[in-house]
């Protein structure tokens, strides 16, 4: 499949949503990685448009249940701005995380350009966790567990309105993959919204073929699908270069493969890669595997397919 794609990189160095320090130096892995040219190997036409500036991490103790809220909006108005921007521009943009509370402002952005255009969303959210917390059930404040609750508006009025519509998504909206650690509360809040969750079991019973078949399904020409790509959705034996590892995740080839599938679906026009944390990594392998898998999000195969 070859398309010229314009896409730009944005990157968000911050850890203010995450329970360890570190998320903040993924953009630069990312890019000493080879994110850029692997896009631009792939046929893109690749904008790097440097990084995001926000508040520093105070690290302090959660209030009213959040950790660092103020910091945590800020960045993500930086966050939505900037993607929105992209977009109406008509461009693909990238996020390049940070931690995964950045999604916040991330798909409010891309909601807010797919109700101008009256576009469909899917929301593709590839995790370890469900990310469904909210300031009642979280065991810890930290808002990246918080960010699919907020843009299905549960969550601090900040947070939610940040798109301009309140809640920016829906629930139905969402296909979760991979998810092998969901909070005890939280597991509850899923089950009530109705998130429709491909967890670990699952994919081991079914495969990810059929897995990704389910969660692509009923998409059309007029659906932005927007992939949020936690690297800790990924077995850790691989990805070890992240704060919240849990073990039993995709295998390198089932990675690939979900990446694929989404390639062939023609329709992906937004990222969010988050969660990387060089801190915690081995001489940057889990950012060269991230790479690795975008550049079959983009359309690498090992042969050519009729
Ligand atoms: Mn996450």
Known sequence: ?????QVSLIGAPTDIGAGARGASMGPEALRVAGLAAALQARGAQVEDRGNLQGP?????????????????????????????????????PILMGGDHCLAIGSISAVARHCRERGKKLRVLWL???????????????NVHGMPVACLCGFGPQALIELGG?????????????GIRSVDEGERRFVHEQDLEVFDMRFIDEV??????????????????????????????????????TVPGGPTYREAHLCMEMISDSGLMASLDIVELNP???ERNKTALVAVDLIESLFGKSTLMRK
């Open 1 to 5: 499949m070859t398309r010229l794609r």
């Open 56 to 92: 520093v991490n105070p690290w302090l103790p959660p209030q009213d249940g959040y950790r660092h809220l103020p910091e945590v909006v800020a960045w993500n108005t930086q966050v939505h701005t900037a993607v929105y921007a992209e977009l109406q521009a008509g461009r693909m």
């Open 127 to 141: 995790d370890a966790h469900a990310d469904f917390n909210t300031n009642t059930l979280t065991p810890s404040g």
């Open 165 to 177: 519509a309140t809640p920016a998504i829906s629930p139905k909206w969402v296909r979760q993959i």
């Open 207 to 244: 495969g990810m073929r059929h897995a990704m078949e389910l969660a692509l399904a009923t998409m059309d020409a007029n659906t932005h699908l927007h992939v949020s790509f936690d690297v800790d959705f990924l077995d850790p034996s691989m990805a070890p270069g992240v704060g919240t």
């Open 279 to 281: 801190a915690l990594d």
